[in-house]
């Protein structure tokens, strides 16, 4: 039975990637749909690969644990299974499930994978390519539509979020990150169209909402860092349109900010964790949990870092270069942490080079855009560095923000006219 639903499972995939390359013929990164598609799906297996058999152990071994009972329950008991979904409340729960039953988010991930084993006869390495090709989704679209309404970073934003190596592959597979980012992508993707054609119709309108309504439940700090800055945006780019001050780039980027503080304080009621009052206690509680669990050697050494505001503020420049460029080869004392280390000399060089050429950087139309992804890679990547200073997660943690990171650097390179292989 498990294998025909295999089957069954396997060819609904195909017949869903079938639909949605038909769609992308015009699409401006076309020629790279394959390419990207195979390096994303097998990545996604690579890591089931590395976690079932290298590690044994991790978060996506027990979301398949808790999926497997969730979806042996729709088969035995099909009112307590759609109960599970709607409320996450079941009597008698199965040891694999009550495991999450407190743990909103990865309850949430274990539901959606439930699905997947439904179709695919709870064949982990089926909803495996069901999961990454969500994701693929989500940075294609993005990836085609910078492509589209910025012709000049279409090869950068290919190499941002099709191509880079640990974008790639810590977005792919049974992994919150895997959804929580392609949901990101794809509210993102349909935030430009928006913005740049101001088509408000329904269907994309509530594509980015549902979008970002996954990604809060899975990441909700994604949502909490993003919405600030493209708020900002929106609000401000359509003020200086009806006030006619696009050529007043001092005055907008005033703007910007006095509605970013605005927004982001209002934000920061929408999470317990991110209330003024507890954001420091939270950080820090964080920060000591990783500490205690962790190796020395694999941890950002902080001054002193406690649940003071001032404390954790001081500690911000070091979490920022840490969770950007860090470790670095004299770093690294394992291949996992030697692969991160080769991956942040390319960032350090990027951003050489980025800084180097960065009086012609040709932003002008585009500043505020500019402006509000620095602002989410920046508080993101400080943010996640001081919440969880071990190396190996942070590594999995920062692809929430790193495509973006490449993304800004590529574009600014590319703005020199010194790399036309860029244009």
Same mark, same amino acid.
């Given at each position: ?12 995939? $195909? ?46 071994? $027990? ?23 709607? *409320? ?76 880079? +190596? ?46 970002? $309504? ?13 919405? +600030? ?8 780019? *359509? ?32 999470? +317990? ?151």
């Amino acid at each position: 039975m498990k294998i025909l639903l295999g089957l069954v499972g396997f060819t609904f995939f $195909a017949w869903l990637l079938f639909l949605h390359w038909k769609k992308q013929q015009s699409a401006p990164l076309v020629r790279f749909y394959f390419f990207s598609l195979v390096l994303k799906l097998v990545s996604g297996l690579a890591l089931g690969v590395l976690y079932h058999f290298y590690f044994r152990l991790g978060d996506t071994l $027990a979301f398949d644990s808790a999926a497997i009972a969730m979806a042996d329950l729709a088969l035995t008991k099909p009112y307590s299974y759609v109960q599970l979904l709607f *409320t996450s409340s079941i009597s008698e729960p199965h040891i694999d499930i009550a495991q999450f039953l407190h743990q909103p988010r990865s309850l949430l991930l274990s539901k959606l994978l439930s699905l997947a084993y439904i179709l695919s006869g709870s064949n982990y390495w089926i909803s495996s390519l069901y999961f990454s090709f969500f994701s693929f989704i989500g940075f294609w679209h993005l990836s085609n539509a910078i492509a589209r309404y910025f012709p000049g970073l279409g090869k950068a934003s290919f190499i941002a979020f099709l191509l880079f +190596p640990s974008v790639v592959f810590w977005s792919s597979g049974v992994i919150k990150e895997s959804l929580a980012t392609g949901a990101i992508c794809l509210a993102l993707g349909y935030y430009l169209e928006l913005f740049k054609e101001r088509n408000y119709s329904l269907l994309p309108v509530a594509i980015l909402l549902l979008s970002l $309504a996954l990604a809060y439940g899975l990441k909700y700090y994604y949502f909490i860092f993003l919405i +600030p800055p493209l708020a900002s945006n929106l609000f401000v780019q *359509t003020l200086s349109s009806k006030l006619q001050l696009r050529n007043n780039d001092l005055l907008k980027t005033a703007l910007w900010v006095l509605v970013l503080g605005t927004i982001t304080l209002s934000a920061s009621f929408v999470h +317990p964790n991110f209330y003024i009052s507890r954001i420091a206690e939270v950080v820090s509680s964080h920060h000591d949990q990783f500490v205690a669990k962790s190796d020395p050697e694999d941890i950002i050494h902080y001054n002193d870092l406690s649940p003071e505001i001032g404390r954790v503020l001081a500690n911000a420049p070091l979490a920022l270069i840490s969770s950007l460029y860090r470790p670095l080869p004299w770093e690294a004392n394992g291949m996992m942490k030697l692969s991160a280390a080769l991956e942040n000399v390319l960032l350090l060089s990027l951003t050489i080079l980025c800084l180097f050429y960065w009086k012609s950087w040709r932003v002008r139309n585009s500043l505020l855009l500019v402006y509000s992804l620095a602002f989410y890679v920046f508080a993101m990547a400080t943010f996640l560095a001081l919440s969880a200073p071990n190396f190996g997660t942070l590594a999995r943690y920062r692809v929430g923000f790193l495509p973006f990171f490449v993304l800004l650097l590529l574009s600014g390179i590319s703005s020199s006219g010194k790399f036309k292989w860029l244009a």
